[in-house]
């Protein structure tokens, strides 16, 4: 018998649904969360029901460059975007560490992806500091509700079809 169990993806309309027949709630919603794609309504309805929010995709675009995502490819970098270049500058931290630390300190997991050493150990480096109200609010009205993981996303062209 499993503990606890956790959903990916799902939409408040899918969460809604689901509370009308499972006999136990979910732990944990894993969702794509940066700050151009904040949802805010979907976090208040999971914390409104005792579900705990666990972000992947925290850079945003920078996530899904290397899967030769044109929308991605197209999107400013948050990396490079001037109110988390301030925040962070503000701070002496990297531009990484703020977007880590915007979605920590709202009480959203993290599950931030890298390769290098270095990265890994700054990602960790989070909770060193603490975010301003107002530059929580001001990361958060970067807004675009922008979902980059989805399969409109994907072209369809640089995938030959099955069999030739």
Not at 6 to 35: C, R, W
Request: aromatic fraction near 8%; glycine fraction near 4%; charge should be neutral.
């Amino acid at each position: 018998m499993a503990k606890s169990i956790g959903v990916s993806n799902y939409s408040g309309a899918l969460l809604l649904d689901m509370f009308t027949y499972a006999k136990v709630k979910p732990a944990t919603l894993q969702i794509e969360h940066h700050p151009y794609y904040v949802q805010p309504n979907l976090i208040k309805l999971a914390e409104d029901n005792g579900i705990k929010v666990t972000a992947y995709s925290s850079f945003g675009p920078q996530s899904f460059i290397e899967c030769d995502m044109k929308i991605a490819a197209d999107t400013p970098l948050l990396f490079d975007h001037p109110v988390i270049k301030k925040i962070s500058e503000a701070h002496g931290k990297t531009p990484a560490q703020v977007l880590l630390r915007w979605s920590t300190q709202r009480g959203i997991s993290v599950i931030p992806k890298s390769n290098s050493q270095n990265r890994l150990q700054q990602n960790l480096d989070v909770v060193g500091f603490t975010l301003k109200d107002s530059e929580i609010t001001e990361i958060s009205e970067l807004d675009k509700n922008l979902k980059f993981n989805a399969p409109t996303n994907v072209s369809l062209v640089d995938f030959p079809a099955s069999g030739e």
